[in-house]
């Protein structure tokens, strides 16, 4: 009987015929409920396909929104980077600047301060110069307060004539 063990579709016509009415009852009713049961078993998987695609698609929708989110830091990121490099050129213009600025001025304080060594220079000089020539007129004075109180005469005037000199100095000065 191995007409038994296939199915319908694999039997001859004569095989059929020779079959008795109930045994092919049995038979298609066997396959029906094996084909039934292929779509159900069909029907689960489908099922389940559909379910895995829909947490796929929601994955994919949280995977876009994501995205977007990850894009928009992205922008703000670069947005950001630009502004600090623009901010990190006008500090390093601003530090050439105040480089420059101090070399002109240490420059400028220098030439300065040259100036005023000089003229420090020249007024030490000048009151040296001055100093001797005080110097001198004080033992002037002192020579002339000397002539005139060591003889006793005077060659000038009576005090407070015309001809009398004042004293210009003192030898106390």
């Known amino acids: 009987m191995e007409a038994e063990a296939g199915g319908l579709e694999e039997l001859t016509d004569e095989e059929m015929a020779a079959l008795g009415k109930e045994e092919l009852v049995r038979r298609l009713r066997r396959e029906e409920a094996a084909r039934l049961a292929a779509l159900v078993q069909r029907g689960r998987l489908m099922q389940e396909v559909n ?18 989110r990850l894009q928009a830091e992205n922008r703000e990121l670069r947005d950001l980077c ?13 530090a050439r600047q105040w480089q420059l600025f101090g070399t002109q001025a240490s420059r400028a304080v220098r030439e300065d301060l040259g100036g005023c060594w000089q003229k420090l ?17 004080k033992e002037l004075c002192l020579a002339l307060g000397e ?8 060659s000038t005037g009576s005090v407070g004539s015309p001809d009398q000199l004042p004293l210009a100095c003192s030898p106390d000065d």
């Open 51 to 68: 379910r895995q695609l829909q947490g796929h698609l929601g994955e994919i929708r949280e995977l876009k929104q994501l995205n977007r």
């Open 121 to 137: 220079a020249e007024l030490e000089g000048r009151q040296e110069e001055l100093l001797r020539e005080n110097l001198a007129l």
């Open 82 to 94: 630009c502004f600090l490099d623009s901010e990190r050129q006008r500090g390093r213009r601003a």
């Open 147 to 154: 002539e005139d109180l060591g003889d006793g005469s005077s």
